[in-house]
């Protein structure tokens, strides 16, 4: 599962995103980071409505057009969706701007079979998004996650707490810098500096995939089983 770190803030975040999935957010974009993106083996550009949901501030549809046009060689472009659950605009905007869609949990269930034609059109990609808080709503993303094609990508934004999900193909990380400054909290990191800890939340998420299971509880009564038949 791929996870894209989200929207580097200054020079020093993006320096040690390199070799690592960056998303880049439209609403966030800052000229600088063009120097860096040729370090991230992958890209993917958001539209930033979350920021549009938490200011109120309405995204120039337009703008974001032109902006996207401009790295086409990305892995994907979302569209301007509306997290609110206004999801007529949504419908418009991916229509109008481009950018894949994404189904919310504040959209109607039903609207999805309208949104999976409009995501093999765009590219083949198909996000989920939750209207904060998060937490709790496991069973909304597993159902899109089983009602959308297996040749279809999906993405999660900002789901990092449903990663287990197999379905999902990737996510974002929004919070991956306050994460390392998290890190300098504890005793025995807090000599680190914010660049150092930096890279450990990125080597973190470079060997995410490699961590093995955590063992079940039938995991662990067959390990017995077979330790007692052994004895």
């Excluded at 890209?43 to 938490?54: H, I, K, P, Y």
């Excluded at 997290?83 to 949990?105: A, K, L």
């Excluded at 279809?152 to 287990?164: D, I, K």
């Excluded at 005793?187 to 939340?201: M, N, P, Q, T």
């Amino acid at each position: 599962m791929r996870t894209y770190l989200a929207s580097p803030a200054n020079a020093l975040q993006a320096d040690h995103a390199r070799g690592m999935p960056v998303l880049m957010s439209f609403v966030a974009y800052r000229p600088f980071l063009d120097q860096y993106l040729v370090t991230y083996p992958h890209v993917l550009l958001d539209s930033g409505a979350f920021s549009e949901l938490n200011t109120g501030k309405t995204i120039d549809g337009e703008a974001y057009k032109d902006w996207k046009a401009r790295y086409e060689w990305v892995d994907a472009a979302a569209g301007l969706d509306d997290i609110s659950g206004n999801w007529r605009r949504s419908v418009r905007n991916y229509e109008q701007y481009g950018g894949f869609p994404t189904m919310h949990d504040t959209d109607p269930p039903e609207l999805l079979d309208d949104l999976i034609p409009l995501a093999y059109a765009q590219g083949g990609w198909l996000g989920i998004g939750l209207k904060p808080p998060r937490h709790g709503k496991e069973a909304f993303v597993r159902s899109v996650c089983d009602r959308v094609p297996l040749d279809l990508h999906l993405h999660g934004w900002a789901l990092r707490s449903y990663a287990h999900i197999g379905r999902l193909n990737s996510l974002d990380s929004t919070n991956w810098w306050r994460d390392a400054m998290k890190l300098r909290t504890i005793a025995d990191c807090a000599h680190l500096s914010y660049g150092e800890a930096l890279e450990i939340v990125v080597k973190r998420y470079q060997r995410w995939g490699r961590k093995p299971p955590a063992a079940t509880s039938t995991d662990r009564q067959n390990q017995m089983n077979l330790l007692t038949e052994s004895a």
